[in-house]
Nanobody
């Protein structure tokens, strides 16, 4: 089993920044792809960003490209999401997720094997 714990959420104003962190423990592997998803009020969980095990390839949903940056430190088994120029529509619970090697698309929540409990991000206008 792998346990994921997110931190770094909070309340900010439009245009400000936040940095989310996710720490993995248990039977972790540097080969796992790590992802961030979010779920806003009354919405389905949606893909935000992902990074491959080697850290060499990153993926972003269009709405966060140029504003969010995902990174990982395999030595510390952490993955981070730097969020700049935040907008009210970024308000959501953000979840960290991990997946083993899989043929499924990285943007699909069911393609991930492990999930954190989520951290709330609120952006006021």
């Amino acid at each position: 089993q792998v346990q994921l714990v997110e931190s770094g959420g909070g309340l900010v104003q439009t245009g400000e920044s936040l940095r989310l962190s996710c720490t993995a423990s248990g039977r972790t592997s540097s080969t796992y792809t790590m992802g961030w998803f979010r779920q806003g009020p009354g919405k389905e969980r949606e893909f935000v960003a992902a990074i491959t095990g080697s850290g060499g390839v990153t993926f972003y949903t269009n709405s966060v490209k140029g504003r969010f940056t995902i990174s990982r430190d395999n030595a510390k088994t952490t993955v981070s999401l730097q969020m700049n120029s935040l907008k009210p529509e970024d308000t959501a619970v953000y979840y960290c997720a991990a997946r083993r090697i899989s043929p499924l698309s990285i943007v699909i929540p069911t393609a991930y094997d492990y999930w954190g409990q989520g951290t709330q991000v609120t952006v006021s206008s």
